[in-house]
């Protein structure tokens, strides 16, 4: 089972999140020091509801269970917990497991590029974070 595995939805006005944060770091505008609450980040970059919508189909599809995954506070980042079979199949991979020589530490990472359909693609910029729930 893939324990962590992030998508990061398109978020929109990020215009404006990078114009606050230059005011509120600028010791001269008198927005100075008046930092921005993860709610206040979440109303200015949360991803359009047809952004959240279609991807939660698409994984729908795939017989994702939908309980197994959950958007973080600001609504841009899906974390799921999948599979490793299933997320093959989603996005076109495969995954190996990777054993350190000297620790023994072990990771699992996609052995080759990954892809998502056209239409799922306008809706995310990144897909990553796999990691394993079982040791090899």
Avoid at 103 to 132: C, E, M, W
Wanted: negative net charge; aromatic residues 12%.
């Amino acid at each position: 089972m893939l324990q962590l595995w992030f998508l990061l939805l398109k978020q929109r006005n990020l215009e404006i999140l990078e114009d606050t944060l230059w005011r509120v770091s600028d010791p001269r505008s008198s927005q100075y020091g008046k930092y921005l609450t993860l709610e206040d980040i979440r109303k200015i970059v949360e991803p359009h509801l047809n952004t959240i919508k279609v991807v939660l189909e698409w994984l729908y599809h795939y017989q994702i269970d939908l309980n197994d995954c959950s958007l973080i506070t600001t609504k841009d980042f899906l974390r799921c917990r999948v599979p490793v079979s299933v997320a093959e199949h989603l996005l076109e991979t495969k995954f190996g497991y990777f054993q350190h020589s000297d620790t023994d530490h072990v990771i699992l990472r996609a052995v080759q590029s990954y892809t998502v359909p056209q239409k799922i693609a306008r809706h995310i910029d990144f897909v990553g974070g796999f990691t394993s729930t079982t040791e090899c």
